[in-house]
Nanobody, 119 residues
Framework: QVQLVDSGGGLVQPGGSLRLSCAAS????????MSWYRQAPGKERELVAT????????NYAASVKGRFTISRDNAKNTVYLQMNSLRPEDTAVYYC????????????WGQGTQVTVSS
């Protein structure tokens, strides 16, 4: 049974930090590109950060570059998103995504974790 369990969200003041985790099970984690997406109320889901299966390549949305860091531990089947210098506009539900790097391009989603940045 495939599972992606997102955790680590919460309420933080502007300028603060959070670390999100996504624990994976039920599939071959080290053959999947992992990503974090977010969706704010009334907005479309957007891609925040991506890391390839080996961890060798990462990409970030322009809005978070320099503040967020995506990483993974293939031994623990877990991907992380370290979020620093948080802003109110980072408030959203954050979702973990897994995408197989070769055919079939199977994809899975976590259940989401709420991040609220407010004073």
């Amino acid at each position: 049974q495939v599972q992606l369990v997102d955790s680590g969200g919460g309420l933080v003041q502007p300028g603060g930090s959070l670390r999100l985790s996504c624990a994976a099970s039920g599939f071959t984690f080290n053959t999947y590109t992992m990503s974090w997406y977010r969706q704010a109320p009334g907005k479309e889901r957007e891609l925040v950060a991506t890391i390839t299966s080996s961890g060798g390549i990462t990409n970030y949305a322009a809005s978070v570059k320099g503040r967020f860091t995506i990483s993974r531990d293939n031994a623990k089947n877990t991907v992380y998103l370290q979020m620093n210098s948080l802003r109110p506009e980072d408030t959203a539900v954050y979702y973990c995504n897994a995408l197989r790097e070769f055919n079939p391009r199977t994809a899975y989603w976590g259940q989401g974790t709420q991040v609220t940045v407010s004073s």
